[in-house]
């Protein structure tokens, strides 16, 4: 059975930082793209960020870009995501995903297991 767990999340006051974690178990995903969701209420969940599974590749959301940096350990099976300069508007529940195809995967379709979020909140 595959599982994703995420940990690290918090409450931070704006401009601080978290870190987020996320190992699976049951699978490795060490040739698949991984990634970071998050959905904020009465909001769709968006892509926040995604990495290959060298590490060579990734996609930021274009508000994140700069302030938050993936990465990942396949010999760990873990992803992390490290958010620096935090805002309100990054309030959400986050979530990591792996995809269950092979290469990377910008394609929010293709990622088929998923945590079970971790709550992340920014006090202004």
């Known amino acids: 059975q595959v599982q994703l767990v995420e940990s690290g999340g918090g409450l931070v006051q704006a401009g601080g930082s978290l870190r987020v974690s996320c190992t699976a178990s049951?699978?490795?995903?060490?040739?698949?793209?991984m990634g970071w969701f998050r959905q904020a209420p009465g909001n769709e969940r968006e892509v926040v960020a995604i990495?290959?599974?060298?590490?060579?590749?990734?996609y930021y959301k274009d508000s994140v870009k700069g302030r938050f940096t993936i990465s990942r350990d396949n010999a760990k099976n873990t992803v992390y995501l490290q958010m620096n300069s935090l805002r309100p508007e990054d309030t959400a529940v986050y979530y990591c995903?792996?995809?269950?195809?092979?290469?990377?995967?910008?394609?929010?379709?293709?990622?088929?297991?998923w945590g079970q979020g971790t709550q992340v909140t920014v006090s202004s």
């Open positions: 995903a792996a995809a269950s195809v092979r290469g990377y995967s910008e394609m929010t379709s293709d990622y088929d297991y």
């Open positions: 049951g699978r490795t995903f060490s040739r698949s793209s």
């Open positions: 990495i290959s599974w060298s590490g060579g590749l990734t």
